[in-house]
T-cell receptor, first 114, second 113 residues
Framework: EAQVTQNPRYLITVTGKKLTVTCSQN?????MSWYRQDPGLGLRQIYY???????DKGDVPEGYKVSRKEKRNFPLILESPSPNQTSLYFC?????????????FGNGTRLTVT | AQSVSQHNHHVILSEAASLELGCNYS??????LFWYVQYPGQHLQLLLK??????LVKGIKGFEAEFIKSKFSFNLRKPSVQWSDTAEYFC???????????FGPGTRLSVLP
């Protein structure tokens, strides 16, 4: 089944403790992206990647890191999480070509930083 | 830079009312346009998309959208909403291969039974 898989679905952590949220897609998509969703603020893009080893900042990259060492994986790293990073996070991917290019979203990761 | 605006932050309708959600974008070139829906507690799902051809596109669950190039608009419509359409709706734009996606801020739709 074609899908974008995020793990974990829920995560509670403490300030300063490094964490990684994984994202994997099995559709051979070139484009991958991370978003955070907060009440009243819609979807805000954190980082995106057009292909392996190519990453770019989105609207709110501060406090986050990403890597794209292989096509299928695009982990989101919080080196020193802070409470203002408590949010719902979505990973998405797209082939970026023609009619099949819509974004496919993962199920989300709800992160709480205390 | 590309941007997407959505006219309404929160829309409240009664069942069977007609729906139109506005979306305008700013982008100079060819665009691909999308509407996504997010039901409570779920991830975003594609409602419909426009790439080329007929500017009136039909999506799932009775939704449709019309691309008006001269107005840079891609409004979402449904003739008769149901309680189950209660959700958040996002308009998005992509300039094609090699281009980033840009989302609008979303419109929350509440349908009263």
């Amino acid at each position: 089944e074609a899908q974008v898989t995020q793990n974990p679905r829920y995560l509670i952590t403490v300030t300063g403790k490094k964490l990684t949220v994984t994202c994997s897609q099995n559709m051979n998509h070139e484009y991958m992206s991370w978003y955070r969703q907060d009440p009243g603020l819609g979807l805000r893009q954190i980082y995106y990647s057009m292909n392996v080893e190519v990453t770019d900042k989105g609207d709110v990259p501060e406090g986050y890191k990403v890597s794209r060492k292989e096509k299928r994986n695009f982990p989101l790293i919080l080196e020193s999480p802070s409470p203002n990073q408590t949010s719902l996070y979505f990973c998405a991917s797209s082939p970026l070509q023609g009619p099949n290019s819509p974004l496919h979203f993962g199920n989300g990761t709800r992160l709480t930083v205390t | 830079a590309q941007s997407v605006s959505q006219h309404n932050h929160h829309v409240i309708l009664s069942e069977a009312a007609s729906l139109e959600l506005g979306c305008n974008y700013s982008y100079g070139g060819t665009v691909n346009l999308f509407w996504y829906v997010q039901y409570p507690g779920q991830h975003l799902q594609l409602l419909l998309k426009y790439f080329s051809g007929d500017p009136l596109v039909k999506g799932i669950k009775g939704f449709e959208a019309e691309f008006i190039k001269s107005k840079f608009s891609f409004n979402l419509r449904k003739p008769s909403v149901q309680w189950s359409d209660t959700a958040e709706y996002f308009c998005a734009v992509n300039g094609g291969y090699g281009q980033n996606f840009v989302f609008g801020p979303g419109t929350r739709l509440s349908v009263l039974p």
